[in-house]
């Protein structure tokens, strides 16, 4: 058996004779280093036909060594060449030189002591022969460079075909399908869109789910609407997970919502059914809204009132009878520029979907959060649903308005915009009652 460190030594003709005998294919394109690779591979799967070739190899270079002339007259013949031509001297190897020397002066002193004998000679050079052959023909080859950076063992070779034989046994699992999500459509304007996270206010999150343009233009959908699906883990070079198949638009299948009517051209009517707020006989706040203030659905209304007088404990109570009065009633409770414990204490304490955009952020996001809400809400109605939106409070929502409106020119007292007023007042409006809704 051939190992890593005998290959390298021999030459690339050498090697190309061991590959025909073990049958290597393609050896007389490839390169030293992958001939020595290959005879090596071959060898692991078949190890008898490499030891036939080893010894083969073995058999033949005993033969040459034996059929040579005695090593003695060429050691003799070289020192006499060596000193007649003095530059050939310079060029030979420090190494060979002195071997040569010793062995013409032990060889001298053998002839000396044998003289008296005159058929010993013969018998101690034969002996010596293969000793001056190992010794010589290393030195005469190139020195190994490649092998000191790569020296792979024996036993990493063989098992090289065990390893690539395990790895064919696994399989990648396809996570294609496997996940659903659920998640509100906000279309960019480059045509594709995002499913944005409730649980992050509808704002970019890691947990955006990537919407193709051709299965927006498919299924017709627009901003806000409530989405459920089939999505797949991103691949190399993506950065979000993408949807794969919608199962569900608004509580509603694809070919349900492909004719729905536009929320502009809707039909709006007066209320026709009244949310009934009474729950229990503790709760007197919402018994007196049902005797003296009745909420019809499609009804707009507004509390009024002076600071620290109970608005936005009010505004929970009405939320909770909702909750617990009608419970096909979708509620949404949006938070504008509120404290971050009062937004926690609502979260906790009602059963709706809590939105919020706290005092400590940017106008723009608060504009932001607020349209997304609206534009769901405006969906969900279009697909047959009631909604509630809780707004606290529409007055920070107008100073947000009126900080990122572009100027008109036009200030009104107070300092307020306007065109400031219109986007709180489209909000306010949008609440109605829709005939066939």
């Known amino acids: ?21 073990m049958n290597v294919p393609n050896y007389k394109k490839l390169q030293k280093k992958e001939l020595v690779y290959k005879i090596l591979d071959q060898q692991a799967l078949n190890p008898a036909a490499a030891a036939s070739v080893k010894s083969e190899a073995i058999t033949s270079a005993t033969y040459a060594v034996e059929s040579e002339e005695p090593v003695t007259a060429e050691v003799e013949s070289a020192s ?22 010793k062995e013409a002066e032990a060889a001298a002193e053998e002839q000396s002591s044998y003289e008296s004998a005159p058929a010993a000679p013969a018998y101690p050079r034969r002996e010596r022969q293969p000793f001056v052959t190992e010794e010589v023909a290393p030195v005469a080859r190139a020195p190994r460079t490649y092998s000191e950076e790569r020296e792979p063992s024996t036993e990493a070779v063989s098992e090289r ?5 395990t790895v064919q046994q696994y399989s990648v699992k396809e996570f294609d399908g496997v996940i659903v999500n659920s998640g509100v459509l906000e279309i960019i304007a480059e045509g594709y869109g995002f499913l944005r ?25 627009k901003t806000g609407d409530t ?9 190399e070079g993506e950065k979000y997970f993408a949807l794969l198949k919608v199962e569900s638009v608004n509580g509603k299948t694809t070919e349900q919502i492909r004719d729905r009517i536009p929320f502009e051209f809707l039909t709006p009517i007066f209320p026709q059914e ?16 049902d005797l003296f203030a009745p909420i019809g659905k499609g009804q707009r209304g507004m509390i009024v009132a002076q600071p620290k007088t109970g608005k936005t404990v009010l505004l929970k109570e009405i939320a909770n009878a909702i909750a617990a009065n009608h419970p096909e009633v979708y509620l949404i409770i949006l938070l504008i520029d509120e404290r ?16 919020s955009s706290t005092f400590d952020e940017q106008a723009d996001r608060h504009v932001k959060i607020a349209s997304m809400v609206l534009e769901k809400a405006k969906r969900m109605v279009e697909c047959g649903h009631d909604v509630v939106i809780l707004l606290d409070s529409i007055t920070r929502l107008a100073r947000a308005y009126n900080t990122v409106v572009p100027s008109s020119g036009k200030i009104l007292s107070g300092g307020v915009d306007a065109n400031a007023l219109h986007k709180p007042k489209k909000f306010f409006g949008a609440a109605r009652n829709v005939e066939n809704g």
């Open 80 to 101: 006499d060449a060596d000193a007649e031509d003095p530059a050939d001297k310079n060029n030979r190897r420090p190494r060979v030189k002195r071997m040569n020397v």
């Open 340 to 355: 971050p414990e009062e937004v926690t204490d609502i979260a906790r304490s009602v059963r709706a979907e809590v939105i």
């Open 1 to 21: 058996m051939y190992n890593i460190e005998e290959l390298d030594l021999k030459l690339l003709s050498e090697l190309r004779i061991i590959a025909e005998k």
């Open 274 to 289: 009244r949310l009934n707020l009474s729950t229990t006989h503790n709760q007197l706040s919402t018994r007196i809204l």
């Open 161 to 165: 075909p065990i390893r690539q034989a």
């Open 227 to 235: 989405i459920v699906g089939q999505i797949r883990p991103p691949k």
């Open 197 to 221: 996270s409730p649980d992050y206010n509808f704002m970019a999150s890691p947990d955006d789910i990537y919407v193709s343009p051709s299965q927006i233009k498919l299924f017709g959908l």
